[in-house]
């Protein structure tokens, strides 16, 4: 039995994609499907053009509460000349509560490093925002059996030591980088040796934060294979790419996680 203040967490990341028509759509099915009591915490990324149209749908169907805004990206600075970006005070102000940090496409395609994450990362905490850290090795580093140490060296370098002592809002997603849009899923045993390596490295440093953090599992979630990462100690929930864009096939991911 996981302890109750970690309340099971799904994150759905739209990446690119979706149109106003889309989330207008998939709003209404994803509200109307909820059941009324819904014991699973769900945040919404839809891409940031995106996130007041959200909030306000979300005001209207009056249903608020039951899904929270995040964002996928948000810069290392809270305001000045950085032509195109998003700070996150803006997304704050979109009333986002959460924001992605380090994920693997930042990583690989816009060459976002170690040093750049940790500012984001330190830049989100100072905005009232909960940075979701996300960490994974490549296909290359797991051969070589370094799976546990490119994770720690990528929490080392992006979280603030100040920030354990001080604040518990820790979340952290694994997703290993060959699982992500492949259709690839590590095993729940792959996965739970990886969640217990980043509890334990918390824990080394804060054994409170390690103890309320929420780590989740990341890499082509879908509702057949949700229900058996989620059996395992240390995943707290999970961070859902491709199969969050049909909103059934989301609603049954959330409803997988409830305890
Ligand atoms: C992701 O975008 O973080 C992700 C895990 O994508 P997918 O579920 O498509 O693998």
Known sequence: ????????????????????????????????????????????????????????????????GRI??????????????????????????????????GHSERRQIFSEDDTLIARKVWAAYHADLTPIICVGETTEERNQGKTLEVICRQLAAVLPEEQLRLDPRVMVAYEPVWAIGTGLTATPLQAEEVHVAIREWLAARNRKVANEARLLYGGSVKPGNVKALLMQPNIDGVLVGSASLNAQEFLSICMACRQ
Do not use: D
């Not at 709003?27 to 053009?49: D, F, M, R, T």
């Not at 305001?79 to 997304?91: D, K, L, Q, R």
């Open 68 to 101: 929270q805004l995040g964002a996928q990206n948000s810069y290392a600075e809270m305001t000045g000349a950085f032509t195109g970006e998003i700070s996150p005070s803006m997304i704050r102000e979109m009333g986002c509560h959460y924001v992605l940090a």
């Open 1 to 64: 039995m996981k302890p109750v203040h970690r309340k099971p967490c799904v994150i759905a990341n739209w990446k690119m994609h979706g149109s106003r028509q889309m989330l207008e759509i998939w709003l209404k099915q994803y509200v109307s499907g909820l059941p009324e009591e819904n014991p699973v915490e769900v945040v919404l990324c839809p891409p940031a053009v995106y996130l007041s149209e959200a909030r306000l749908y979300l005001n209207q169907l009056a249903k608020k």
